[in-house]
């Protein structure tokens, strides 16, 4: 039995992944929002808050993040240069390859009724009649 809707599952063209969330710092940095579990940035030893100022010992800017990474490949070691609070600190990152996995949820146009019928009880979408309403 069919409720009229498919997943259609799409991989995204492989990136090269460091495991942070970030945002614009302090004199245009790089400031960690986020470090994910077990990714590279962890094992690195970054924390949130802390300021990216330096890859490879080159000056690292919230404008050049982005295309300063991506100069790099999978699997080759970066050092990066950050402030965290008031102490300097050098370590070195890894980056890994990452694929990330895009669902989408897609409706039959033309349903039979029986599809219409499964999908309301699945999403518990009531009929509610004219009566006493």
Known sequence: RQAGLTVEVSLQPASIYLG????????????????????????????AGDLLIAMNDERLTFENFRS????????????????????????????????????????????????VQLKKAWLRIREETKQGR
């Open 20 to 47: 942070i969330e970030f945002e614009q710092g302090e004199s245009n940095s790089v400031r960690i929002r986020r470090v994910v579990a077990n990714s590279p940035a962890e094992r690195a030893k970054l924390d």
């Open 68 to 115: 300063r990474l991506h100069s790099h490949t999978i699997g080759e070691t970066i050092k990066l240069t950050v402030v965290r609070g008031q102490r300097l600190l050098t370590t070195n990152i890894v980056p890994v390859e990452f694929q990330e996995e895009r669902w989408q949820l897609n409706e039959n146009p033309r349903p039979a009724p029986e599809q």
